[in-house]
């Protein structure tokens, strides 16, 4: 049996798939670890729309991918993670997180994504952007990457 399965955050992607990015070589290695300890790794639809909302924005980082690649990219992430469906009760669980933990604005956006992955019984979160999780520290395990 593997370990627990891991929820892969939308930055872990991008920095995955951009070579040219300063933490592309830790995501790749964070992800290969995780594969090598035989973790489920786990993603939702709202982070393949995330992705594909930023890597075909250009930013001082990193030019826009052309749709078309980035489309590639999020059919290649079907078949290599599993994919949580946001099902009507991620819906409640989000409701519920945001009265227990208040935030607003984005941080709904992070508030569902820590819905999505306790509706799929999933605890760990792989991101660079742990700071946006802390507020949840207690229900779930975050796994930052430096």
Do not use: C, K
């Not at 995330?50 to 078949?79: G, K």
């Not at 991620?90 to 933990?101: E, P």
């Not at 992070?110 to 952007?129: K, Q, S, W």
Request: no cysteine; glycine share 6%; aromatic share 6%.
């Amino acid at each position: 049996m593997g370990a627990d399965p891991v929820f892969v955050d939308t930055n872990v992607l991008v920095y995955a798939t951009r070579p040219s990015a300063a933490e592309h070589a830790a995501a790749l290695a964070a992800l290969g670890r995780l594969e090598g300890e035989g973790s489920a790794l786990w993603v939702s639809h709202q982070v393949l729309r995330e992705y594909l909302a930023v890597v075909t924005r250009a930013q001082v980082s990193a030019p826009a991918l052309p749709m078309t690649t980035a489309i590639t990219d999020v059919r290649n992430f079907r078949t290599a993670f599993d994919v949580a469906e946001e099902r009507a009760s991620v819906l409640d669980r989000l409701l519920d997180l945001l009265a227990a933990h208040r935030g607003g604005g984005r941080q709904v956006h992070d508030a569902n994504v820590v819905a999505t992955m306790l509706e799929h019984g999933i605890r760990r979160l792989l991101t660079f952007n742990s700071a946006d999780f802390q507020r949840f520290a207690q229900i779930i395990d975050i796994e930052p990457i430096p």
